[in-house]
């Protein structure tokens, strides 16, 4: 008989010492706390699988939801540079518009112009590139209506093109000095110079009058302006 064993007493429940279950409990409560955090981690790779949108959590709230319509982190980046270098114009006055030399510009379009990107949240360069579109999409459209008038032109009075055009061109000279400049400047700015009707009709104007009344006669010389008569005139034949 051992001798821990005491005569005559009852041993407890189960047939184990109160020590031996302190010792088993001891024992078992290691494994219970793994077993505990093997199954979290279970748990968040399975929460992983069916929410790969978890990548946000990490983030502030805003930003997450500002994010929310983004596929993955990859995008995310993307977007985060795109903004980085976002920079619209506050004021009009951050619109620096660069024009070609040649270029008159009307103060009033160009002011609503900036004034429009502002509002749009456009930033300068993009603002600039807008104008250089703008620019040569109207340069596209004029050379080839330049283009075709002249082929309409040349078309109508074949070997008397050249001498044509000449009569035609002392008729706008005459008429512009006689007007003080507002002709070739209504012409230019408002595309009738590329009109092939307008151009005959200055040809047959040059044909009725006299050489002398096409040389000006006694009118007042019109005004220095960036574009001349000659100029105007040359320009619907994209001499």
């Known amino acids: ?85 976002y920079t619209p114009a506050l004021k009009p006055e951050d619109v620096e518009l660069n024009y070609p030399d040649g270029i008159q510009v009307d103060e009033g379009v160009r002011d609503n112009f900036r004034q429009f990107c502002v509002d749009k949240g456009i930033t300068p360069v993009q603002a600039q590139a807008l104008l250089d579109w703008q620019l040569a999409a109207n340069k596209e459209i004029t050379d080839a209506a330049m283009a075709k008038g002249k082929a309409e032109l040349q078309k109508l009075w ?32 408002s595309g009738m110079n590329n009109n092939p009707v307008l151009v005959e009709a200055f040809h047959a104007i040059g044909t009725l009058i006299s050489t002398d009344a096409l040389s000006g006669g006694r009118a007042a010389p019109a005004p220095d302006k960036p574009e001349t008569a000659e100029e105007t005139y040359n320009g619907m034949f994209n001499k």
């Open 1 to 85: 008989m051992p001798e821990d064993i005491i005569p005559g007493a009852t041993p407890p429940e189960g047939g184990e010492s109160a020590q031996g279950s302190a010792a088993a409990a001891q024992r078992s409560e290691p494994e219970t706390t793994l077993s505990g955090e093997a199954r979290a981690s279970a748990a968040q790779e399975r929460a992983a699988e069916h929410h790969p949108e978890d990548w946000r959590s990490g983030l502030p709230a805003a930003w997450a939801d500002k994010l929310k319509d983004v596929a993955g982190e990859e995008d995310a980046v993307r977007a985060l540079e795109r903004g980085l270098s």
């Open 158 to 189: 074949g070997s008397r093109f050249e001498e044509n055009s000449a009569k035609a061109l002392k008729a706008v000279v005459a008429l512009d000095k006689r007007m003080g400049g507002r002709l070739s400047e209504t012409m230019a700015f």
